[in-house]
């Protein structure tokens, strides 16, 4: 969730490309806030953003050269209507929504398949089946062509021509013939009074052959004598040689999950203003916590008990740091009487200070749910204290649901062996389920 501007409205299934622009090695991706996002391959900051959707990015990017080129079908981020072709200059850094548009298309409903770029021709499949054709430097539509009434698989080039499937059964063969396209074969798959077949996937295509899926078969097009053919990848442009003075120490591995005693190598890498390696140089290490040591070469050993903290490397002014996370052995038991109140106990997962904390009641020490103005509102949170661990182990806890000023009471439970037990304090209720998006019973 790189550069995120928030909670995301959706999961994303836009897949990351990777290029390199302006000598900067880069991941470009939809992200699920409905952001296009470019990060440094080699450390992972952020370029620039793009805001495009309001929805969650499911479609892959393209790109060439410096232009970037991307789909959606949702409301647009700076007005009403839905979906848009946009090309974006990826040459720029910070947000580039406003500075860095070269041009769009509104009101194309391109939220399923991805763009296909070749031949300085820009091809978008449109969710009600409708395959556009862009001039891919200046945005200029050559034509539009009606291939289905569901499109949903990415169209593919092959052979000077121009694969398709719809989700209502046709496999489509094109040929782009400059102003207009030409239609060189339909079929359309139909299981007649059985049902409908449908086509979801894009077509492969190799060695003289294409290959794609319905919902009852795979289908392979082509001659039975095909040789294999060998395929020239384009490479990516090549990069500058790195400046040698370091911007960004680069700590690996960035996390780390230990038990008491257990140790770790820590490596710190340089690299350049633009992401490329530069030239080694020892690191002066050190670590931010009670549960551990880190020694001048980046060597880590745990501590006892359970802990949480921060190993970092410096070189120069430039600091990287790795988390580490070290869970106690079993059995675990914890009263919280070693804690001051307002404290956290950190090594345990989803135990932030806006949800949690240390608090004295009927002189013992507890930890209490925040439902306060610290903490969020109608907030639900979970905690997880152990480590991924074999079925067979037992969880115990005392728990109390207080009423508030209204008589209503919370809820509160456990989780164990993906099991929840809930105690509904508003219904007296007990309910064990399991898997919490639908519970099964």
Known sequence: MVGSSGRPEDTTYSNPVVAVIDNQRLIIAG????????????????????????????????????????????????????????????????????????????????GYASPLLHGGRLYVMS???VLHCYDAVSGKEYWAFVAG????????????????TTSNGDFVILKDA???????????????????VELFGSPAVADGRVVFFTTTEMVCLGANDAKPQSVKVPALPVEAAADPTPATVLVTPGEVLLKPGETVQFQATLYDKLGRLSKPSDAQWSFGGKGGTVDNAGHFQAGAKGSIGEVTAQVGEFKGT???????????????????????????????????????????????KLSD?????????????TPPLPPGYTIEADVKAPEDKRRRRGDVGLINDRYVLELFGGAKRLRVMSWIPGPRF
């Open 178 to 196: 400059g102003d207009e396209c030409q239609l060189l074969d339909k079929k359309t798959f139909d299981l007649g009074r059985q049902g409908s």
């Open 127 to 129: 969710n009600s089946g």
């Open 373 to 385: 103005d610290r903490g969020p509102i109608f907030n639900r949170s979970h905690a997880f204290i």
């Open 322 to 368: 790795a988390r580490v996370r070290v869970t106690s052995n079993l059995p675990i038991a914890e009263d919280f009487e070693a804690y001051q109140d307002g404290d956290v106990v950190g090594w345990w997962i989803g135990v932030a200070k806006t949800k949690y904390a240390v608090d004295t009641q009927d002189g013992s020490k507890v930890l209490k």
């Open 31 to 110: 992200n699920a806030d409905g952001g296009i996002y470019a990060i440094r391959s080699r450390t992972g900051e952020k370029v620039w953003g793009f805001a495009l959707s309001q929805r969650g990015m499911n479609t892959t990017i393209a790109v060439e050269g410096h232009r970037v080129y991307a789909t959606h079908s949702e409301e647009n981020h700076d007005n009403t209507s839905m979906g848009r072709v946009v090309c974006i200059d990826g040459r720029g850094t910070g947000d580039v929504t406003k500075t860095h548009e070269l041009w769009r298309a509104d009101g194309v409903d391109a």
């Open 149 to 164: 009434r569901i499109g949903k698989g990415s169209p593919v080039w092959g052979d000077g021509k121009i694969f398709l």
